[in-house]
């Protein structure tokens, strides 16, 4: 940081804690930041901004409960610092750009690219050139997407970026760890209380976050809610049986079966 250089204050929200705590180290190595606060989930960073009212807030999009896009989505204008998504996953890059993030930075984090998103936040800072905004932003996507601001701008003025997105890869952490799940590999959901159960190529992976936001993130084209805790992937079923009571049992590609209640009956026309 040089002499005349603006300290900024900032707030880190991430649900998983050594994330924000390497982002911190990173931060204080840079210089030029301070952490005002930590939040562990959206609900918590949505008090805490008004509050704490940061320069910077760093979010990863990924959160049970609100995620990152929902926070910034609900935040009114006033409250809203400067947004660096920081994120495990490249997605929802498009998504950051429209609701004008200053920058998008991939895990795991490398301290130069965490140096030209600060550069990119002082930059914004240092004008209200709208224009150069979305500009500074577009440099941020196209440095992900690895095409240039001028393809995205094409991009988005035809449409071509409009519309519901699913993420071909859904994100699980664990224990710290990230594991990275090819949607069409997945089998099929339950729920186990507050986790769901993620079945796909003979694993199951364990994740906390409810049926409705999983239920989101997949297209509803290749995956159906058939039971109030289960989801099924519609190209594993390989037979559909009638039960005496009104409810069918759907046999998957591996011999499993899963129960199909009477009160999502209507749902058999999207396996015919």
Known sequence: MTATAEKLTA????????ARRGLRLRLENLGGVEVLAECSNGREAKERIPELKPDIAFVD??????NGLQLVQELSAEELPQ??????YDEYAVDAFEVNAVDYVLKP????????AMERVREKRATADLAAQREQLLEAVADLTQESPQALEEKLASGELSGQRYPEKIAIKDAGKITLVLAKEIDWIDAAGDYMCVHA???????????KELEQQLDPRVFQRIHRSTIVNLG???????HINGEYYLVLHNGERLKMSRSYKNKVQHFL
């Not at 707030?11 to 050594?18: A, K």
């Not at 594993?236 to 009638?242: K, L």
């Open 109 to 116: 984090i490398e301290e130069d690219r965490l140096q030209r």
């Open 11 to 18: 707030i880190i929200v991430d649900d998983e804690p050594l």
């Open 236 to 242: 594993r079923v390989s037979e559909i049986c009638a």
């Open 83 to 88: 947004i660096v998504f920081v994120t495990a």
């Open 201 to 211: 190529k003979g694993e199951t992976h364990v994740m906390r976050i409810t049926m």
């Open 61 to 66: 999009i990924q959160m049970p409960g609100i």
